[in-house]
């Protein structure tokens, strides 16, 4: 199974931004981990990271085709862009979103998310650990 494992807005900030919500690990901690796990229950995963949403909409684009299922965090677009959204439902991969933080507890406008009206799993406020169960999930229901 090859899954695209997509970081947004701010991700390459992790160590930098708000370390007591989002800690001190930086984004090559993140994708070493991601890698890490990846490799321990045989899944293919391919770290991509962008501040642009354009960026970030033909990443998904091009995972038609390539990638058996997608993981994003969008950063701060998950409450603001509807053609991320738009590209998660043309490609039809399946999707799991996450966040290192938990959305739900945090700002009012935080807890609105339209990437989960398309993701088959909402993933939040596990730090880390929630990019290895979004792997274990897709490949548990996906391949």
């Not at 038609?64 to 998660?88: E, F, P, Q, R």
């Not at 043309?90 to 989960?116: D, M, Q, T, W």
Request: net charge negative; with cysteine; aromatic share 10%.
């Amino acid at each position: 199974m090859k899954v695209l494992v997509i970081n947004g807005a701010n991700l390459n900030m992790l160590g930098i931004r708000e370390p007591e919500i989002y800690g001190s690990k930086t984004l090559k901690d993140l994708e070493g981990y991601i890698q890490e796990k990846a490799t321990e229950i045989g899944v293919e995963a391919t770290c991509v990271q962008s501040n642009y949403e354009g960026e970030l909409v033909e990443y998904i684009q091009k995972a038609l085709g390539k990638y058996d299922g997608i993981i994003i965090n969008a950063g701060g677009y998950t409450h603001t862009s509807i053609v991320i959204l738009d590209a998660l439902k043309a490609v039809g991969l399946p999707c799991v979103e996450v966040h290192l933080s938990n959305i739900f507890e945090r700002e009012e406008f935080r807890k609105h998310s339209y990437i989960s009206l398309y993701a088959s799993k909402t993933i939040c406020g596990k730090g880390f650990t929630g990019y290895a169960e979004a792997l274990q999930f897709l490949k548990d229901n996906f391949s």
